[in-house]
């Protein structure tokens, strides 16, 4: 094509949210093309014709978040062609969320709901699950699923595929803690190994039960065009790392989601299946909402900044972040306001 060509295309938005375009073009030799914003702001970019005869060409975005997508013919007749968003956003994204009924998982089925995607949440049968997804409408369906269980998360799954079509991401919000010392020397007793295999078996076991199941579901998407099928996002804590007096059976669940991340995220990678941990610090849970008023300044106190506890939404924030961000694989990230929890 030359420049003066170029002129001649249309490009024709046909949803509002941007994400999918169609642009009209006048020439038959038009193949692959990218869009690349140019600007911070995000509401314009341009769009690079990759054959060496084709230069600029500009189409206008509304959306803030577009970073780079890329243009691929549909038809052979190379008059239409669409653009495909190389990141999973999640407008349209069909979620599994386990833990959804409560906290941070709860804020998460929420922020998602309200960002466009399509979301089974999961929880146990006990849970308010049925009550909260039917309070956020139809794009939100409550699956009660017990996360060790491989029938409860298979039938999670199947209805994330049956009722919206396909997984995108999963995040495993899904999670118990004890607070028992590992021996009590008053009572003479020591840490009751049921208590240990119940935290570990539904933070670390459960966790992995979600991870392995949705990857076979995502590994059945058709890539994007970076190769990327889907998402996984796992909740461990800063016990992780700083796991305090009483905390033997609750560091380890997580600190094994911690060492989990980044060889299962090596195991998918061929797949384009990406793998993140959030290691929250203190938030703002209804764990947390219980404890006298006192308590819970003491514990904000302790967060260097900003002195508070975390809002649940922030959380769900991060987990967007790293559902649309394609750089960010096998990581564990901190949200914790720099807390370093005391022994
Ligand atoms: N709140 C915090 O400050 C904080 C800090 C660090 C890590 N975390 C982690 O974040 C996750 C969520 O914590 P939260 O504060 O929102 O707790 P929460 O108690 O409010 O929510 C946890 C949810 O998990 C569900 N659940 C428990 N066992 C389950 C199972 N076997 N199958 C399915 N669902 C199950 C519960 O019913 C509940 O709805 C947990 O993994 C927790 O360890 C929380």
Do not use: W
């Amino acid at each position: 094509m030359t420049q003066d060509d170029m002129t001649l295309c249309q490009i024709k938005m046909t949803q509002d949210d941007m994400t999918l375009c169609q642009i009209k073009m006048t020439q038959d030799d038009m193949t692959l093309c990218q869009i690349k914003m140019t600007q911070d702001d995000m509401t314009l970019c341009q769009i690079k014709m990759t054959q060496d005869d084709m230069t600029l060409c500009q189409i206008k975005v509304t959306q803030d978040d577009m970073t780079l997508c890329q243009i691929k013919m549909t038809q052979d007749d190379m008059t239409l062609c669409q653009i495909k968003m190389n990141l999973i956003r999640l407008e349209n994204a069909v979620a599994v969320i386990t833990g959804g009924a409560s906290g941070l998982g709860r804020a998460t089925v929420e922020r998602f709901i309200k960002q466009g995607a399509k979301v089974v949440l999961c929880d146990l049968p006990t849970s308010t699950g049925h009550d909260v997804a039917k309070s956020l409408g139809e794009n939100c369906v409550f699956s009660p699923t017990d996360v060790t269980s491989e029938s409860d998360v298979t039938a999670a799954l199947e209805i994330a595929k049956s009722k919206f079509g396909r997984l995108d991401v999963a995040v495993s919000c899904a999670g118990v803690g004890v607070a028992i010392k590992t021996y009590n020397f008053t009572k003479k007793r020591p840490h009751a190994l049921e208590s240990f295999t119940h935290v570990i078996k539904t933070n670390t076991i459960g966790t992995f039960n979600v991870i392995r199941l949705a990857a076979g579901m995502m590994g059945e998407n058709e890539p994007n065009v970076d190769g990327q099928r889907g998402v996984i996002v796992n909740t461990a804590s800063v016990a992780a790392y700083d796991g305090q007096q009483g905390q033997a059976a609750y560091a380890a669940s997580k600190g094994a989601i911690v060492g989990m991340t980044l060889p299962i995220a090596r195991d998918l990678s061929d797949k384009g299946i990406r793998v993140c941990t959030i290691a929250p610090g203190l938030f703002d849970t209804p764990l947390l909402a219980s404890l006298p008023e006192k308590v819970r300044k003491f514990l904000a106190s302790t967060v260097p900044f900003p002195q508070r506890l975390g809002n649940p939404d922030e959380f769900a924030h991060l987990c967007q972040m790293i559902v649309e961000n394609p750089m960010l694989n096998g990581e564990v990230i901190r949200l914790d306001g720099a807390i370093r929890m005391m022994p």
